[in-house]
């Protein structure tokens, strides 16, 4: 049972910096490298969006562009962690983050989107006041 617990949400001024964080159990990042963990976030009223994804397999990364240069992923297979370092905080950051794992979509393939994940975190929330 694959299972993904997100933890390290809050509230933080615009500016601001925070670190979220996703641990895995049910499967060993180290040795499962055909899958990838996500970054996603949902604003109230709004859909949820695509923030970053990461490759167990090399620790490559993409990011939305919303969020390039402010936000960085990276892995700790030691930990079986996935961490969002979060900078420069804006207001429209505000929103619940969940992390995802996903392994259908080709590593050659972008997986940008929550149809290409098949299990999710239950979100962090992260308040960003301006």
């Known amino acids: 049972q694959v299972t993904l617990v997100e933890s390290g949400g809050g509230l933080v001024q615009a500016g601001g910096s925070l670190k979220v964080s996703c641990v895995g159990s049910?499967?060993?990042?180290?040795?499962?490298?055909?899958?990838?963990i996500g970054w996603f976030r949902q604003a109230p009223g709004k859909e949820r969006e695509f923030v970053s994804t990461?490759?167990?397999?090399?620790?490559?990364?993409y990011s939305a562009d919303s969020v390039k240069g402010r936000f960085t992923i990276s892995r700790d297979n030691a930990a079986n962690t996935v961490n969002l370092e979060m900078n420069s905080l804006k207001s429209e950051d505000t929103a619940v983050y969940y992390c995802?794992?996903?392994?259908?979509?080709?590593?050659?393939?972008?997986?940008?989107?929550?149809?290409?994940?098949?299990?999710w975190g239950q979100g962090t929330q992260v308040t960003v006041s301006s």
């Open positions: 995802a794992a996903g392994n259908r979509t080709p590593m050659t393939v972008v997986a940008d989107s929550d149809r290409e994940y098949d299990y």
């Open positions: 049910g499967f060993i990042f180290s040795r499962n490298t055909r899958y990838r």
């Open positions: 990461i490759k167990l397999k090399d620790g490559s990364t």
